[in-house]
């Protein structure tokens, strides 16, 4: 069996198995737009977010319930965290770029697929909803988030010292779900956000574009759209199901990365996606 079909099967029955697990409130998404990966939010809104750990929804806010925060384990069983070993191949195709390969096991990667569709696009009746958000401490691994921050960071050589060594590594999600064709437009992650920026992949495959950008910081707060703000070299990065990325120092703020909907005439994804990336909110910038 190939491998996308042992994947396909996997998340079919992952599906099955979490109908009795899964958190009984469905939210919504909200709609990505085309070059943008952030909504824009208030000072206040942003801080009263992080404070309650809350979703954020384009019509909803609710706290996770019980099920959710004890989801990891229905769904991955007991283990000890001191028993984390991840032997897997490292790339670091450019400065501040670290990439692990098959962190996360088909399994794995079909249980959360699943978890992240019902949380988060489990509502069928908007089809234009593709993102969502988590504010608040990642820090709890007995939920699904939370675990993929401490794994995160248990990845000795994904981040810098820097950004291991902040009392909470990260505090904010954002979810974005790609059906095929689809893609997000070359950009910076805004300057809101503090260094170290971590992908996980799920469901598709998809390349990354890594496009180098000249002149100042500047260029970060806003997304990088003019043609001679970028060099014409680029970085194709391959992001496969179960892959953990890190953007951090020149990686983070000096090179733009985006999702091209085409690759050498053909769909860039050609099966349904779904990342999740995390970050950390700078309270000195939060509204740059």
């Given at each position: ?14 599906t ?16 990505r ?7 824009q ?5 942003a ?10 929804k384009s019509?909803s ?15 991955f ?11 897997n191949?490292i ?14 096991s ?7 697929y ?7 696009f ?5 089809r234009?909803?593709?993102q ?31 950004v291991?060594?902040r009392?909470?590594v ?9 059906d095929?064709g ?13 260094d ?22 500047q260029?970060?707060v806003?997304y990088?759209?003019?043609l001679?703000?970028v ?11 179960g ?45 740059h």
């Open positions: 069996m190939l491998l996308q079909e042992r994947v396909n099967e996997a998340q079919r029955m992952a099955l198995e979490l109908k009795e697990i899964q958190a009984s409130a469905k939210g919504k998404g909200k709609k737009g085309r070059d943008d990966g952030d909504r939010i208030s000072l206040s809104e801080k009263k977010l992080s404070r309650q750990g809350q979703h954020q019509k806010r609710r706290k996770m319930d019980s099920g959710s925060d004890r989801l990891y384990h229905d769904l069983g007991e283990d000890s965290d001191d028993d984390l070993e991840f032997l191949d790339e670091e195709p450019i400065s501040g770029l670290v990439i692990y390969r098959n962190v996360l088909a399994g794995q990667c079909a249980q959360y699943s978890w992240l569709t019902t949380e988060y489990a509502d069928t009746t908007d234009r909803a593709n969502g958000m988590h504010f608040g401490a990642l820090t709890d691994p007995d939920t699904p988030l939370g675990r993929l921050g401490q794994i995160s960071t248990t990845l000795q050589r994904l981040l810098p010292a820097s291991l060594a009392p909470v990260f505090d904010q999600a954002i979810i974005n779900l790609y095929p689809e893609g997000i437009g070359d950009h910076v992650d805004l300057l809101r956000f503090d170290g920026v971590v992908g996980f992949s799920f469901g598709g495959s998809a390349t990354m574009r890594m496009r180098q950008v000249r002149g100042d910081m260029r970060a806003t990088a759209r003019e001679e703000s060099d014409p070299d680029e970085v194709a990065v391959a992001l496969h199901a892959d953990v990325y890190a953007m951090s120092g020149e990686a983070r703020y000096r090179w733009t990365h985006g999702i091209p909907k085409t690759v050498r005439g053909e769909a860039n994804i050609q099966d349904r996606r779904i990342s999740v990336t995390l970050r950390k909110l700078d309270p000195d910038r939060i509204n």
